[in-house]
């Protein structure tokens, strides 16, 4: 079996999302965000992937399986110290910016938020965790959105200043890693996550979407830059959704296409945050969809002056594109789509499993930036069968993670520099694109159901031990 060298201090780990574990959704002075109000079931996905949304709650039409979610908010001591015993380097949260600042543009920060916080960095601080956190997970205040239309309001860049520099201060001395916004280019499949709004057809989306995107990216850059003046010794990231874009054939026509998709989705964000300029190939994609941007003086400067220190990136697919698709070819379950790759099996939700992409993500990447890479989301999302005697044996998530490891581990010799790896769902929670129970990514089993019902209880998957002997081993026993 071969070994692999991974560095030492490499941040093994597992990552998770504010409003996908808390749950406590109006305890504490918390206000309302963009997940409180999006239901369970298919029927998110077809909010979150259409135009049209009154981000009202529907509490006789819908159940809302994040307002109790795993109830990390009164659980977060058993769970860190489960992480504790598989042996966790690094964690990775979010901050939800409604515990902080419950509608968003206040003038002081909520104490009671501010204190769960300092709770939980503690707790990770007694077994020696190091937190890594995410400002903005997809927990935008609904008032922003309501009020003020998210990002696509200019006012919205120093509200999120305001709560940057609020939690930024106040765990200085706690918190080491930072990124600034989950999945930033995810806005342009999914805008009601990403930047707060719902555009009313496909014809008017591009001009408000690509301002609201250089709102957040303003907003990003002033988070960096407020992020190494108090906290010096701090690392502070950007985070993208990377998924490595393949020519369906050999067609110049569809090499072209798949690298200007591959442009669009997986470099336009990345650019900005990393070099801190707009690059060359957005001009004439801004040209042909009559995009203006309406950019302050000193924007620009803002952007060149908050670059990213490292690139943290979420990869659980590739993606494969021709020019001209059919319903026949169509990949459905990619949530990002494409065409079907017919090289590659599929999960129980139909996304496309490619270790090997991870490998080519992580070339592409820093052959593109020569900043440190991070892998702060991957893994696999099947149903899990509790056997008569309790036990899980969930081998398939085993084998899924393991040759996405050894993928990392061959990038490694490669010549990447890659800081660590976190995978997504370290503990059963809800869906992000389902509001789904039943997707369970986990190490540890959260008897948790789709309807709501269930008691919370925990237990240990298969994986849980096979986990706590790969980072043990610093990735030699996989």
Same mark, same amino acid.
């Given at each position: 079996?071969?070994?692999?060298?991974?560095?030492?201090? @490499?941040?093994?780990?597992?990552?998770?999302?504010?409003?996908?574990?808390?749950?406590?959704?109006?305890?504490?002075?918390?206000?309302?965000?963009?997940?409180?109000?999006?239901?369970?079931?298919?029927?998110?996905?077809?909010?979150?992937?259409?135009?049209?949304?009154?981000?009202?709650?529907?509490?006789?039409?819908? %159940?809302?399986?994040?307002?109790?979610?795993?109830? &990390?908010?009164?659980?977060?001591?058993?769970?860190?110290?489960?992480?504790?015993?598989?042996? &966790?380097?690094?964690?990775?949260?979010?901050?939800?910016?409604?515990?902080?600042?419950?509608?968003?543009?206040?003038?002081?920060p909520?104490?009671?938020?501010?204190?769960?916080?300092? #709770?939980? &960095?503690?707790?990770?601080?007694?077994?020696?965790?190091?937190?890594?956190?995410?400002?903005?997970?997809?927990e935008?205040?609904?008032?922003?959105?309501?009020?003020?239309?998210?990002?696509?309001?200019?006012?919205?860049?120093?509200? &999120?200043?305001?709560?940057?520099?609020?939690?930024?201060?106040?765990?200085?001395?706690?918190?080491?890693y930072?990124?600034?916004?989950?999945?930033?280019?995810?806005?342009?499949?999914?805008?009601?996550?990403?930047?707060?709004?719902?555009?009313?057809?496909?014809?008017?989306?591009?001009?408000?979407?690509?301002?609201?995107?250089?709102h957040?990216?303003?907003?990003?850059?002033?988070?960096?830059?407020? *992020?190494?003046?108090?906290?010096?010794?701090?690392?502070? +990231?950007?985070?993208?959704?990377?998924?490595?874009?393949?020519?369906?054939?050999?067609?110049?026509?569809?090499?072209?296409?798949?690298?200007?998709?591959?442009?669009? %989705?997986?470099?336009?964000?990345?650019?900005?945050?990393?070099?801190?300029?707009?690059?060359?190939?957005?001009?004439?994609?801004?040209?042909?969809?009559?995009?203006?941007?309406?950019?302050?003086?000193?924007?620009?400067?803002?952007?060149?002056?908050?670059?990213?220190?490292?690139i +943290?990136?979420?990869?659980?697919?590739? #993606?494969?594109?021709?020019?001209?698709?059919?319903?026949?070819?169509?990949?459905? +379950?990619?949530?990002?789509?494409?065409?079907?790759?017919p090289?590659?099996?599929?999960?129980?939700?139909?996304?496309?499993?490619?270790?090997?992409?991870?490998?080519?993500?992580?070339?592409?990447?820093?052959?593109?930036?020569?900043?440190?890479?991070f892998?702060?989301?991957?893994?696999?999302?099947?149903?899990?069968?509790?056997?008569?005697?309790?036990?899980?044996?969930?081998?398939?998530?085993?084998d899924?993670?393991?040759?996405?490891?050894?993928?990392?581990?061959?990038?490694?010799?490669?010549?990447?520099?890659?800081?660590?790896?976190?995978?997504?769902? *370290?503990?059963?929670?809800?869906?992000?694109?389902?509001?789904?129970?039943?997707? #369970? =990514?986990?190490?540890?089993?959260?008897?948790?159901?789709?309807?709501?019902?269930?008691?919370?209880? #925990?237990?240990?998957?298969?994986? @849980?031990?096979? =986990?706590?002997?790969?980072?043990?081993?610093?990735?030699?026993?996989l």
């Amino acid at each position: 079996m071969k070994k692999y060298d991974f560095p030492k201090g @490499f941040l093994w780990g597992g990552a998770t999302a504010a409003n996908q574990i808390e749950g406590g959704y109006k305890e504490g002075n918390k206000g309302l965000n963009i997940a409180d109000v999006l239901p369970g079931g298919k029927e998110r996905y077809n909010i979150l992937m259409k135009p049209g949304f009154d981000f009202e709650i529907h509490e006789d039409l819908f %159940f809302y399986p994040n307002h109790e979610a795993i109830d &990390f908010y009164h659980r977060y001591e058993e769970d860190i110290a489960l992480f504790a015993e598989m042996g &966790f380097k690094a964690f990775r949260l979010s901050i939800a910016w409604t515990r902080i600042f419950p509608n968003g543009d206040e003038s002081e920060p909520n104490e009671e938020g501010l204190a769960f916080y300092d #709770r939980v &960095f503690d707790e990770l601080q007694k077994y020696g965790i190091e937190p890594v956190v995410t400002i903005s997970h997809y927990e935008m205040p609904v008032h922003l959105v309501k009020e003020y239309g998210g990002w696509r309001n200019r006012k919205v860049v120093s509200f &999120f200043e305001r709560y940057a520099k609020a939690i930024l201060g106040r765990y200085k001395d706690k918190v080491k890693y930072w990124m600034t916004f989950n999945e930033i280019n995810s806005g342009l499949v999914m805008p009601i996550n990403g930047l707060g709004f719902s555009y009313q057809s496909e014809e008017d989306k591009y001009q408000p979407t690509f301002q609201a995107y250089h709102h957040q990216l303003v907003a990003s850059a002033i988070a960096v830059k407020a *992020c190494h003046e108090l906290i010096p010794k701090s690392k502070i +990231g950007c985070m993208l959704l990377f998924a490595p874009v393949y020519a369906y054939d050999s067609n110049p026509e569809n090499v072209m296409y798949a690298l200007q998709e591959e442009q669009l %989705f997986n470099y336009f964000c990345g650019d900005v945050q990393v070099r801190g300029e707009y690059p060359a190939f957005i001009k004439r994609y801004f040209k042909e969809h009559r995009i203006s941007l309406e950019i302050l003086e000193g924007d620009l400067d803002l952007l060149k002056d908050g670059t990213v220190d490292y690139i +943290g990136f979420s990869y659980y697919m590739s #993606r494969t594109e021709k020019k001209v698709k059919s319903d026949a070819d169509s990949s459905e +379950g990619n949530i990002i789509g494409g065409v079907r790759n017919p090289f590659l099996e599929t999960s129980d939700w139909g996304w496309e499993i490619d270790p090997e992409g991870l490998r080519i993500s992580l070339n592409k990447l820093y052959d593109r930036y020569q900043k440190p890479l991070f892998v702060v989301e991957n893994g696999l999302g099947a149903y899990d069968k509790e056997e008569e005697d309790g036990s899980i044996h969930d081998d398939y998530r085993i084998d899924y993670l393991r040759e996405h490891i050894k993928a990392m581990g061959e990038a490694i010799e490669d010549g990447v520099e890659l800081m660590g790896y976190t995978s997504w769902g *370290c503990i059963d929670m809800v869906s992000m694109s389902t509001g789904e129970f039943s997707k #369970r =990514y986990g190490y540890i089993y959260v008897d948790k159901h789709d309807d709501g019902s269930g008691t919370m209880k #925990r237990k240990k998957k298969k994986s @849980f031990y096979w =986990y706590k002997d790969v980072i043990e081993s610093n990735g030699e026993k996989l």
